[in-house]
């Protein structure tokens, strides 16, 4: 059966921009609503804000709470079919209770106990794992088997099968980062089942991506086709680790290497191009040197922080947290931040901003330079 939404209730107010309340007015609207219409000038306000007013709200997820609500989960519910994964999302606050961390991104911790499958599936979501400690989990994506150890960045895109395997005696967890709230909003979304167990007798050091991929300014001259997404599935801590470091000994030396004093940062990219590891997803990570204090910045769309190590505050909007280890926080679309380490901070961020820079939708401000 055919459902009919329900009309929205047109109401005449009398002010200054609105017209003048009439009984004909009043029978205008009545038509509209049967007719399911709304007049512009009743809603520009809320359309065509002055600047984006994101219904996100900044908030903050310790990891002192998730990993043990995580390992809690692994006590009492089984990863199978169906469930398919023991993931927890971080549902904003201002997101009606969706298990959305932003409009267009998704954050979980994922849980796996020891000598646990997660079984193979598939879907259009784009989707990442970064790990924050730990090791012993598999994920093996396309039969390709790809170790996960704290500071690696796992990208994995879109229709691809993929499966998680712990191999070791203790439990793991992670984070994912997906793009389901863009591609649920946008009616784009396809999911399939594969088998439910994760078959792979290898457990290699490298995987094939790496060992065709993972090789600096270098390309095979088989694949010189640029790909939509990556074709490397694990962007090592130790390489990660080392580009920070040297951008900030560079800095030292005095030249001009870093983002601003003390503040170091890397995007990881698409070998086969340079650009974006995935269409919809943008990921980096930022090392503030100690006695670092970031100028107050904001652009149009999203963006998700894990910290990875060290301490300092982070102010979104008006509110300020005191931040460690594996704490998470999300920035919503123009809302104001900052960072101040005393110690050192190392974070991971992940953002929605190659969807507003293609639709030529991005901005951004810098607080001492022209907006």
């Keep these: 059966m ?10 005449a107010v009398e002010t200054a921009d609105q017209p003048k309340h009439t ?24 359309l065509m804000p002055p600047h984006p007013s994101s219904r996100a709200l ?49 954050a979980a911790i994922q849980y796996l106990n ?3 499958d997660a079984p193979v599936h598939r ?13 012993g989990v598999w994920t093996v994506v396309n039969g390709d088997p790809v170790a996960m150890r704290r500071g690696d960045f796992l990208p994995q895109a879109g229709w691809n099968w993929h499966g998680h395997l712990n191999r070791s005696d203790r439990p793991m967890a992670w984070i994912d980062g997906l793009d389901i709230p863009f591609q649920s909003y946008a009616d784009a979304t396809f999911f399939e089942y594969g088998p439910a167990e994760v078959e792979t007798l290898e457990s ?43 951008q900030l000994a ?10 601003e004093p003390g503040h170091a940062a890397v995007r990881y990219v698409n070998p086969t191009s340079g650009s974006d590891i995935m269409p919809t997803l943008r990921t980096e990570f930022h090392r503030l040197a100690p006695d670092t204090e970031t100028a107050v910045y904001k652009e149009v769309g999203s963006s998700v922080f894990q910290v990875f190590d060290g301490t300092g505050d982070v102010t979104v909007g008006d509110i300020t947290w005191s931040v460690e ?24 961020r992940f953002s929605d901003a190659p969807i507003f820079e293609r639709l030529h939708l991005h901005r951004s401000h810098q607080e001492g330079t022209p907006s």
């Design 204 to 246: 290699p050091e490298r995987s094939r991506s790496e060992r065709l991929w993972a090789h600096p300014g270098l390309r095979p001259l088989t694949h010189l086709q640029p790909t939509p997404a990556t074709p490397l599935l694990a962007y090592r801590w130790e390489y990660t680790d080392r580009a920070l470091s040297e």
């Design 114 to 116: 020891p000598h646990e």
């Design 250 to 259: 560079l800095e030292a030396e005095g030249e001009a290497v870093t983002l």
């Design 2 to 11: 055919t459902q009919v939404a329900s009309p929205v209730r047109l109401e």
């Design 23 to 46: 009984a004909e007015l009043d029978m205008l609207y009545r038509s509209f609503e049967r007719q399911l219409l709304i007049p512009l000038w009743t809603e520009i306000g809320d």
């Design 325 to 348: 280890r594996g704490d998470l926080f999300v920035v919503p679309s123009w809302q104001q931040m900052r960072l101040v380490t005393e110690h050192g901070l190392d974070l991971f």
């Design 58 to 106: 900044p908030h903050l997820w310790r990891w002192s709470e998730l990993l043990p609500a995580a390992a809690r989960a692994g006590e009492l519910v089984p990863v199978g079919r169906g469930g398919e994964r023991r993931a927890i999302a971080l549902a904003n606050p201002g997101l009606g209770g969706r298990p959305f961390a932003t409009p267009t991104l998704w």
């Design 123 to 135: 879907h259009t979501q784009n989707a990442f794992r970064f790990v924050v400690e730990g090791e």
